[in-house]
């Protein structure tokens, strides 16, 4: 954080990010699959905006990544839900 101002910014996103892990972890310990995969995809476009975010105003890129590999294991994971989901319907 390079300037004061940004604190409030970064609360925020703290705040969401953390709403996300818990509801997420919730659905995981609960065994709801197809709520997860679906809740994963609908949220894979937070990352994005925020390494589009990142990629355009910070000076360091870098941080950028982190958010890139963020979406991509959230696609992976997804597959895998939708994978066992299926797998336990043709069951």
């Known amino acids: 954080m390079q300037d004061v101002a940004d604190k ?4 925020i996103k703290a705040d969401r990010d953390l709403f996300i892990g818990v509801f997420l972890l919730a659905l995981m310990v609960f065994r709801m699959r197809k709520a997860s995969m679906v809740f994963l ?3 894979t476009g937070s990352p994005v905006v925020d390494a589009i975010v990142v990629w355009q105003n910070a000076v360091d890129k870098t941080p950028s990544w982190i958010h890139i ?3 991509v294991y959230m696609l992976i994971v997804s597959w895998m839900l939708y994978q ?3 797998k336990a319907n043709n069951s």
């Open 41 to 43: 995809l609908a949220t």
């Open 84 to 86: 066992q989901e299926k």
């Open 69 to 71: 590999v963020t979406v």
């Open 8 to 11: 409030p910014i970064v609360w």
